[in-house]
């Protein structure tokens, strides 16, 4: 029987593993599974111990960091709670700025700081998705301890000046962290050019194992640790390492690093086709974010008259995957944070969907979605929803 025709259209929302990532990992679950922390007695143990140090080295290469600034967590969202909340802890007090459109892996750390004192400004986006700069600048206070602005949206894709964040903090001695979960292996990440204090990755969104990721950080003395216990990442995040798990990511990384250019190239030429032919077959759809500053491989456009939770569940069943927006978010029946921040009515944000693509993407693929797609938005409208 012939299976059927799949296309993911979601790799926003994870990226299956690459085959040379998985040959990678996979002898560190049996025959070298010593734990890095017995290395001194062990020679399992130094086998393991060396995979994490060549891991490092990869993975701190695609951002252009020193390896012994790389942090290993068990993801995106604990690198993000690790500097919010490490940084807090630190300073026991004070005022800490986000953006609107942060991931909740950032926003819900700073409500729950809240709770304990801590002040936090939320900076306004305009309607492409780019922060406002002034405000950054305006909201800065004497006891303001941390900005974190997120490098590239999950949602709409607009790529944020983080330069400009960093001159302006810097006048001020604040320390900025950036979440680059969605930009790191897709688009040029280069800690030193931006300057940043601290930036989160997660390695399951270029490639990579889920639940491996890391925090980059500059300054080691500026932070408190999440998780406490071993000697483990220099006694910053204690617990065995998740070893299969990153000497994926440093796999990931070296393949990103190698495919760079070329899958910027690429994703954006399918992406714009993508864009394009919707919007010669289809009225009334609207691009969210902006066209330049975006990441290459993130489409979302606002479907007038389609409602994007049936309208997925529709598409996934003729076997195209597309997304809904925020991965995390999707049990939620809110519209979502990130496309009310830009200005959507409610109406409009709950008929936008997210198209994003990975390097197993074809423009075949593109075009069998678009037939589906424009096809189940005609019967969609037809029938009133
Ligand atoms: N930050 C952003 C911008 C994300 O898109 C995601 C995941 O969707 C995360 C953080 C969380 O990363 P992880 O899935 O590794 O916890």
Same mark, same amino acid.
């Given at each position: 029987m012939k299976s059927k025709k799949v296309v993911y259209l979601d790799n926003a929302?994870?990226?299956?593993?690459?085959?040379?990532?998985?040959?990678?990992?996979?002898?560190?679950?049996?025959?070298?599974?010593?734990?890095? &922390?017995? =290395?001194?007695?062990?020679?399992? +143990?130094?086998e393991a111990l060396n995979a994490i140090e060549d891991?490092?080295? @990869?993975?701190?290469?695609?951002?252009?960091?020193?390896?012994?600034?790389?942090?290993?967590?068990?993801?995106?969202?604990?690198?993000?709670?690790?500097?919010?909340?490490?940084?807090?802890?630190?300073k026991g007090k004070g005022h800490i700025i986000v953006s609107k459109i942060e991931h909740h892996?950032?926003?819900h750390p700073v409500e729950s700081l809240k709770e304990f004192g801590f002040d936090v400004t939320y900076i306004d986006v305009d309607s492409k998705g780019f922060i406002d700069i002034n405000q950054v600048e305006d909201s800065i206070?004497?006891?303001?301890?941390?900005?974190? &602005?997120? =490098?590239?949206?999950?949602?709409? +894709?607009?790529?944020?000046p983080m330069e400009e964040v960093v001159?302006?903090? @810097?006048?001020?001695?604040?320390?900025?962290?950036?979440?680059?979960?969605?930009?790191?292996?897709?688009?040029?990440?280069?800690v030193k050019e931006l300057d940043v204090d601290?930036?989160?990755?997660?390695?399951?969104?270029?490639?990579?194992?889920?639940?491996?990721?890391?925090?980059?950080?500059?300054?080691?003395?500026?932070?408190?640790p999440l998780i406490e216990g071993g000697a483990q990442?220099?006694?910053?995040?204690?617990?065995t390492h998740n070893v299969p798990g990153i000497v994926g990511l440093g796999e990931a990384s070296y393949i990103a690093q190698k495919e760079l250019n070329s899958e910027i190239e690429r994703l954006k030429t399918l992406k714009d086709y993508m864009y394009n032919s919707l919007v010669?077959?289809?009225?009334?759809?609207?691009?969210?974010?902006?066209?330049?500053?975006?990441?290459?491989?993130?489409?979302?456009?606002?479907?007038?008259?389609?409602?994007?939770?049936?309208?997925?569940?529709?598409?996934?069943?003729?076997?195209?995957?597309?997304?809904?927006?925020?991965?995390?978010?999707?049990?939620?029946?809110?519209?979502?944070?990130?496309?009310?921040?830009?200005?959507?009515?409610?109406?409009?944000?709950n008929s936008s969907i997210r198209f994003s693509f990975g390097k197993y993407t074809e423009k075949e693929d593109i075009d069998y979605a678009l037939d589906i797609i424009i096809d189940t938005v005609k019967k969609l409208r037809s029938m009133g929803n």
């Open positions: 929302a994870t990226t299956p593993v690459d085959q040379n990532v998985l040959e990678k990992m996979i002898p560190f679950f049996r025959e070298k599974f010593g734990n890095p &922390i017995t =290395h001194l007695y062990s020679f399992l +143990g130094q891991a490092r080295s @990869k993975t701190a290469n695609l951002i252009n960091a020193h390896p012994n600034q790389i942090v290993f967590t068990s993801s995106g969202t604990e690198a993000n709670n690790m500097v919010i909340k490490g940084v807090a802890f630190k892996s950032v926003l206070k004497n006891d303001t301890i941390l900005i974190s &602005i997120m =490098h590239a949206n999950n949602e709409i +894709g607009t790529i944020q001159r302006i903090a @810097k006048e001020h001695g604040i320390p900025v962290h950036t979440d680059a979960v969605q930009s790191v292996g897709h688009i040029n990440v280069d601290f930036l989160s990755v997660s390695a399951h969104k270029f490639n990579g194992p889920k639940s491996a990721g890391y925090l980059y950080i500059k300054d080691k003395s500026l932070i408190m990442e220099e006694g910053l995040r204690a617990a010669s077959n289809l009225s009334d759809v609207f691009l969210n974010g902006p066209l330049e500053d975006r990441l290459p491989q993130n489409l979302n456009v606002t479907i007038k008259g389609i409602l994007n939770q049936t309208f997925l569940v529709e598409l996934n069943k003729r076997g195209v995957i597309g997304g809904g927006g925020s991965a995390c978010a999707s049990t939620e029946k809110e519209p979502s944070h990130v496309l009310k921040a830009i200005g959507l009515s409610n109406e409009d944000a």
